[in-house]
């Protein structure tokens, strides 16, 4: 089974500038999360999505970070315009299910490699 | 919300046991808890989850006691390769579950 796919895995930029991320998940995971995770630290929620409609956002920046699921399967992940703070690991990751669909939580969440961001 | 508390950091050496305890008091009674392991360079990776008593697999046990308050993944005969982050999770209360991951324990295994 094909895991948790990112890309780019890696990129720098200057400061102002935008980025996008790809996320592709697991086939048939109707839930995907984008993490930020700052050296040093534990991975952070950005926003989680069940299918294209999203579950929860409170902690994404919205003035400059936005993500969208197209069709309930890919998603793509936007900065603009990049700080220097935004310099951290951005994880994808995906579970087949939410937990309003299931009696008792016991989703796996799967992750994928990653993508690092340097703001310069 | 489901908040845990681990310690920030163990050390041990190749062939130890090492038990890694989070404390979990606002556990609701429908939570699992899980644990997950991070490399450098990588995303966390699943590793075990239980919901009461006793869970081995091949690769760790865990023990919740009956009042589920806490939790203690062990790690038989450590080695190297164990060496990572250790992150224990909870499911949040409330209508929706958000995975809520708090700094983990890292744990260096030395020769």
């Known amino acids: 089974e094909a895991g948790v796919a990112q890309s780019p895995r890696y990129k720098i930029i200057e400061k102002r500038q935008s980025v996008a991320f790809w996320c592709n998940p697991i086939?048939?995971?109707?839930?995907l999360y984008w993490y930020q995770q700052i050296l040093g630290q534990g991975p952070k929620l950005l926003i989680q999505?069940?299918?294209?409609?999203?579950?929860?956002d409170s902690q994404l920046p919205k003035d400059r970070f936005s993500a969208e699921r197209l069709k309930g399967v890919d998603s793509t992940l936007k900065i603009q315009p990049a700080k220097l703070e935004d310099s951290a690991v951005y994880l994808c990751?995906?579970?087949?299910?939410?937990?309003?669909?299931?009696?008792?939580?016991?989703?796996?969440?799967?992750f994928g490699e990653g993508s690092w961001l340097t703001v310069v | 919300l489901a908040k845990t508390t681990q310690p920030i950091s163990m050390d041990s050496y190749e062939g130890q046991e090492v038990n890694i305890t989070c404390s979990h008091n606002?556990?609701?009674?429908?939570?699992?808890i899980t644990w997950y392991q991070q490399f450098p360079s990588q995303g966390p990776r699943f590793i075990i989850q239980?919901?009461?008593t006793k869970v081995t697999n091949e690769v760790a046990s865990l023990f919740i006691p009956a009042d589920r308050k806490s939790s203690t993944l062990s790690l038989p005969r450590v080695s190297l390769s164990d060496t990572a982050v250790y992150y224990c999770?909870?499911?949040?209360?409330?209508?929706?579950?958000?995975?809520?991951f708090g700094r983990g324990t890292s744990l260096i295994v030395h020769p």
């Open positions: 990751a995906s579970s087949l299910a939410h937990r309003d669909t299931t009696p008792l939580w016991g989703n796996t969440i799967y």
């Open positions: 086939s048939g995971h109707a839930t």
């Open positions: 999505f069940q299918n294209n409609g999203v579950v929860d």
């Open positions: 606002n556990i609701a009674t429908n939570d699992y």
């Open positions: 239980g919901y009461k």
């Open positions: 999770l909870v499911g949040e209360r409330g209508g929706s579950y958000i995975p809520t």
